[in-house]
C-alpha cells in the first residue's frame, strides 16, 4: 500500500489498542467479555498483549496502560493538562521513518516523539490526531 504523499509509505498496521486508564477495567472486558487472548508482556505486568499469531488481522493489539503511554511520550507517568487523553492508540508501519517523520514536521503537525528509537527495539514518531488518537509512525524489526 501507498500513500499519495511521496515519502510517506505506509506498510501495515503495526499495532492498535485502547489506553486504559484502570488496566484491569479494559483486561475485564477485551478478555473476559470478549475471549481476546491477552497476556502480559514479558517483562511489563501491566501491557496486556495479544500476539500476532493468536489474534489474526492485526500484528499486535494490546491494552497499553495511560502511565506507560505518558512514559513514552513525555517521559513522566503522568500525561500532561495540555494534550487530550487519549482513549486508543494506532500504529502504522512506514518504509522510511525519517522522510514520514520530515513530512510531519514540514506539514505543521506537533509531533510528541520524533524518530525515536525504544528499549525494545522500535523506532517511532508519535502525535495525537485531530480526535486524540495517539497515532505513532513505526519501523518494528520484529513485524517485518
Not at 17 to 22: A, E, F, K, S, T
Not at 50 to 72: E, I, N
Not at 98 to 114: E, R
Amino acid at each position: 500500500m501507498t500513500t499519495s504523499i511521496p515519502g510517506l509509505d505506509v506498510l501495515f498496521i503495526a499495532g492498535f489498542g485502547p489506553i486504559p486508564q484502570r488496566v484491569s477495567d479494559s483486561q475485564d472486558f477485551y478478555q473476559q467479555t470478549l475471549g481476546l487472548p491477552l497476556k502480559p508482556m514479558e517483562g511489563n505486568s501491566d501491557y496486556l498483549v495479544a500476539d500476532h499469531d493468536a489474534l489474526t488481522g492485526a500484528k499486535h493489539f494490546a491494552l497499553w496502560p495511560l502511565d506507560q503511554a505518558a512514559a513514552s511520550c513525555f517521559g513522566t507517568s503522568v500525561w500532561p493538562d495540555t494534550h487530550p487523553v487519549p482513549q486508543g492508540w494506532i500504529e502504522f508501519e512506514v518504509d522510511d521513518l525519517t522522510s514520514a517523520t520530515d513530512i510531519l514536521m514540514k506539514k505543521g503537525y506537533q509531533l510528541l516523539v520524533a524518530n525515536r528509537l525504544e528499549p525494545w527495539g522500535q523506532s517511532v514518531t508519535r502525535l495525537l490526531g485531530p480526535e486524540g488518537l495517539l497515532v505513532g509512525l513505526t519501523v518494528t524489526p520484529w513485524l517485518r
